[in-house]
């Protein structure tokens, strides 16, 4: 089928209807094309089966100067035929190049006419045009959509795997996307499950040290910390530090696990050792705002989250700015708190009833209680508490927090 359409796409891209004979031709493993050989460029390499490693235009995260993107659209646009081998190279490149720039509407509409184009030439389940789906899906992922990414994914990722083998760098990102998506949804268990069988697999072939299988504990700890299951996070965070090859891995793990105790209870025990850790590795700032935080000492924190802005990109830095408005809020900087938290929330990154935008809400209704419309920030915290309640459940330790916060309104 020529217009790429995948199964699950949620209309994605709406150029067809899908068949069950459409739908069986994607799922179809490729016969003539996998013998094709390769259109070598910029964007498009190896395309073969087995073990060798397929490398695909699934994009990195270095930005990339304006002006190349300006001279590639340039360019793209004097072609007589955007459909020739030349151009799709370009064409990919292009795509990666702003998704490294987080041009996220604009890369989903690029990915969502390149599709098609690829999957004409190249077939339905070769690496560029399986890579073009995933990239299209993480624009949705970024803009806030995940429940139109996760479907996406899903296949995509089984495609990966059944056509080019587990152990491709591509499946893997592909599941790490995957993963994200269903953390933007707050679907944390769905999300700890598809990281769990990365971590098995990545510690089972590469090794229990290998770079992949140590970020993929991380990000496990992340939706762990999501559940507030902080035990477990803590003990994968110890076994994990004990296979770091170098000091600053090892100190980065160690950073995260006095985190990760902080949560459980006492943070402010956890300052001098993550502040020792801070000045050894400065990038650390963020655990020690963190920590400062949990311990009541806002104003140091908002400092060095301001700091930890200046490196961070993506959704992570929207995550510090959610963390420096919070900090505004609880050390009397109200003006930069409600600055912070509503660029956050413009962005659009997490659907409506994400916890992330929940408290996102929080920190401004308490910025109103703080200047005087308390009964305006009541109503708007007792919308949060429920909202938090029905995403994490009545225990969790965010609701508590928040029902605090509500009481003091």
């Known amino acids: 089928m020529g217009d790429g359409t ?68 340039a360019a793209l646009a004097k072609a007589r035929n955007p459909r020739s081998v030349p151009n799709l190279r370009r064409r990919l490149l292009l795509g990666q190049l702003l998704l490294k720039n987080e041009d996220w509407a604009t890369g989903e509409r690029h990915y969502t006419d390149l599709v098609p184009a690829l999957t004409d030439e190249f077939g339905p389940r070769e690496p560029n045009t399986l890579a073009a789906w995933a990239n299209l899906a993480y624009c ?27 152990r491709q760098p591509a499946t893997f990102k592909t599941q790490l996307f995957l993963a994200e998506a269903y953390g933007v949804a707050a679907q944390y268990e769905d999300a700890l499950a598809v990281l769990d069988a990365h971590v098995d697999y990545c510690a089972a072939e590469l090794g229990p040290a290998h770079a992949l299988t140590r970020a993929g504990r991380r990000r496990k700890v992340v939706m762990l910390r ?24 090892r100190d980065a793990f160690r950073g995260l696990l006095l985190v990760v105790r902080a949560e459980i209870g006492d943070p402010e025990a956890a300052i001098a050792p993550v502040r020792e850790l801070f000045e050894k590795w400065p990038k650390l700032g963020e655990s020690l705002a963190t920590v400062l935080l949990l311990a009541g000492q806002a104003r140091e924190a908002a400092d060095l989250l301001r700091q930890a802005l200046g490196e961070a990109r993506g959704r992570g830095a929207l995550i510090v700015r959610g963390a420096l408005a919070r900090a505004c809020v609880e050390s009397g900087n109200l003006d930069e708190a409600e600055q912070a938290a509503r660029a956050v929330l413009a962005a659009g990154a997490w659907p409506a009833g994400h916890p992330v935008v929940l408290s996102l809400r929080a920190t401004l209704a308490r910025a109103a209680a703080q200047r005087g419309d308390r009964a305006g920030a009541a109503a708007e915290l007792e919308s949060v508490v429920a909202g938090l309640k029905a995403v994490l459940g009545a225990a969790h330790p965010r609701v508590a927090e928040a029902t605090g916060w509500l009481a003091e309104c």
């Open 140 to 166: 949705q992922t970024s803009q806030g959509r995940p429940a139109e990414a996760i479907p996406l994914l899903e296949r995509t990722a089984e495609a990966f795997e059944e056509t080019w083998g587990a």
């Open 6 to 73: 995948l199964p699950g796409s949620c209309g994605a891209v709406k150029r067809a209807n899908w068949t069950t004979g459409a739908k069986r031709r994607f799922l179809a493993k490729p016969a003539s094309r996998a013998s094709d050989g390769v259109h070598s460029g910029p964007a498009l390499g190896p395309n073969r089966a087995g073990e060798q490693t397929v490398q695909v235009g699934l994009f990195r995260t270095k930005p990339e100067p304006a002006d190349e993107v300006v001279a590639l659209q």
């Open 226 to 249: 999501a559940l507030a299951r902080y035990e477990t996070a803590e003990q994968l965070l110890s076994d994990g530090e004990a296979l770091c090859e170098t000091d600053e891995q």
